[in-house]
């Protein structure tokens, strides 16, 4: 390619001001590899810049319809576009190409996941991948933006400077991937050893799971919220999360999700759910903060990666009435603690979204 084909294919202009650079950011998309083709598509989605850290992050891509793969694949569009939406994918013209030859096999898997689990139960793991990972791109962008500001234009002032910037971390992504497959199996062998520990096999039919369940947070946060800088809000979530999930991985229990300031996770007993609560609020204590929780057991739903049902909705009940500093228990957690910890018995309490009074414990913090 020389400069005639760049300039028949629209690219550049040798009458134009920033000429040089042009020539410059096309002679560098060339030593990458880049094809005049993938250039011109490039260009046209504004992003002739990135090109270099886009083919790495997606290689061959928009090469097909949906209809296209499920041709491909053999199975009905419906169910292709089903996947695709789950994934959390977006298809805004069905005769436009979205998918490369990776993006068929990525579907053909889940397509035949259903013939064993299910289509309900296939579109359900997939939206539960679709959202996570669409959380870990998020973050990875975030951190990248922040710290290396020449990854934009608009920063650097140079296309050239912000194609080389975005390639060279682009070529990390792959890596990056093969990373979340080797934490994948870790997390798939930890979930179930947790469930066979749970003993809930007469359940599992239903997608019960004998758990105690907890809910901590953060007292006071929206008020801190009104007067911490974004920095420093910021650094006390993540703080949190941080301090939140390895006392829970401590223990042996499950980080469920997290819900701003609050924090919900599971363990296979009310004794361990007691002490994840008690270290969580001591660990807020130490760093100039409150924080309350509240603990139950019992059986749950169990449904993509999340936990439901009346067990889990009186545990968000008690730390939503817990005072500073305070763990509360309902009295199926009482009678599993025995006599191995003091609580002091608060009395029926009216708990919304209960019909009736729940009686309610408090536990004693140990000397």
Not at 85 to 106: K, T
Request: glycine share 8%; proline share 4%; with cysteine.
């Amino acid at each position: 390619m020389d400069v005639d084909d760049f300039a028949a294919a629209g690219l550049y202009d040798a009458a134009s001001p920033v000429a040089a650079e042009r020539l410059e950011l096309l002679s560098f998309l060339v030593e990458q590899g880049c094809t005049l083709d993938e250039m011109v598509a490039a260009n046209e989605r504004g992003r002739l810049f990135a090109l270099a850290g886009d083919r790495i992050i997606r290689p061959k891509r928009d090469q097909f319809t949906l209809d296209q793969v499920a041709e491909t694949i053999g199975a009905p569009a419906e169910l292709v576009r089903a996947i695709w939406r789950a994934y959390g994918l977006v298809e805004a013209d069905p005769d436009s190409p979205v998918a490369s030859p990776d993006d068929i096999e990525m579907v053909a898997t889940a397509a035949g996941m259903t013939e064993v689990l299910g289509v309900e139960a296939t579109l359900g793991m997939a939206r539960v991948m679709g959202a996570s990972l669409a959380r870990i791109g998020d973050a990875s962008s975030t951190a990248v933006r922040g710290r290396l500001p020449s990854m934009s234009v608009a920063t650097s002032g140079s296309e050239v400077t912000t194609a080389r910037a975005f390639a060279q971390i682009a070529a990390a992504v792959p890596l990056l991937g093969r990373s979340l497959d080797i934490l994948f199996r870790h997390h798939l062998e930890a979930a179930r050893m947790h469930f066979e520990r749970t003993e809930s096999w007469d359940v599992v039919g239903d997608g019960g799971i004998r758990v105690a369940v907890g809910f901590a947070d953060l007292c006071g946060f929206t008020g801190l919220s009104q007067h911490l800088t974004m920095d420093g809000l910021s650094q006390l979530l993540t703080r949190f999360e941080e301090v939140a999930a390895d006392v829970v991985a401590d223990h042996g229990g499950r980080l469920v999700k997290f819900l701003g300031d609050a924090v919900m996770y599971v363990t296979t007993d009310a004794v361990t759910a007691i002490a994840v609560a008690e270290d969580l609020v001591e660990a807020a204590e130490l760093r100039g903060l409150k924080a309350r929780a509240g603990v139950t057991v019992g059986t749950a739903l169990a449904l993509d990666g999340d936990y439901f049902g009346p067990v889990v909705n009186l545990a968000a009940r008690l730390v939503a009435v817990a005072e500073p500093g305070q763990v509360l228990a309902s009295d199926p957690v009482v009678e599993r603690l025995g006599d191995r910890r003091r609580t002091i018995a608060l009395g029926p309490q009216q708990l919304r979204g209960f019909d009736d009074p729940v009686p309610v414990s408090r536990l004693v913090p140990v000397p």
